[in-house]
């Protein structure tokens, strides 16, 4: 057989052999992708802005008592300023004070560098706002804007009397199931 006859079918063949493995291996459960998720602590990100500082936290109990007391167990300065002149800091627990920086989450959502969960929940706190989010890409936008682009807004909803701006994208409707998922978090 000639070499352009014996190259094509090889290649046939080496493709339809990669078909048939692929096909026998086991799918991962859905409880399996659900832990390595979870083992990510990718599912939720917070900030508390002021005039001066952006402090980003990756752990919901050390975002709640930062809001109480106005500390957090270990605070990073990272020496970088956001587009609005604020110095970005993360607010972090006390465990995570000797680890490498760039293995964080609240560093690697930061930097973009770490795929959100599914079931991604972020909130920003700014002087009377709370913005809500169910997708990591608006936050990203909301902390290069300013504001969401599209949002849902419901005054003096929030646990303090608050303006709550939930996002969205352009046609969603009022976001019920993120209202609600606010609500039971922040009671």
Partial sequence: MKSFVIKPLSIALL???????????????????????AALNNDDWYQVWTESEAVIFDDRAVYVDYLKTGKAPYMKDLGTK?????????????????????????????DVNLPPATDFYGEIRQDNKIFVFKRYGD??????????????????????????????????KKPEDLIKKFHTLNR
């Fill in 139 to 172: 936050m990203k936008d909301t902390m290069a804007l300013g504001a969401p682009i599209f949002s849902y807004m419901e005054l003096g909803g929030g646990p303090n009397g608050e303006r709550l701006v939930f996002a969205l994208i352009k046609e969603e």
């Fill in 15 to 37: 493709a339809a052999t990669l078909a048939a493995c692929s096909m026998n291996a086991p799918a991962p459960s859905a409880s399996a992708a659900k832990a390595a998720e």
């Fill in 82 to 110: 956001d587009n609005f002149g604020r110095s970005i800091i993360l607010g972090l627990r006390a465990e995570d004070k000797g680890k490498d920086i760039n293995t964080l989450t609240a560093k690697r959502f930061l």
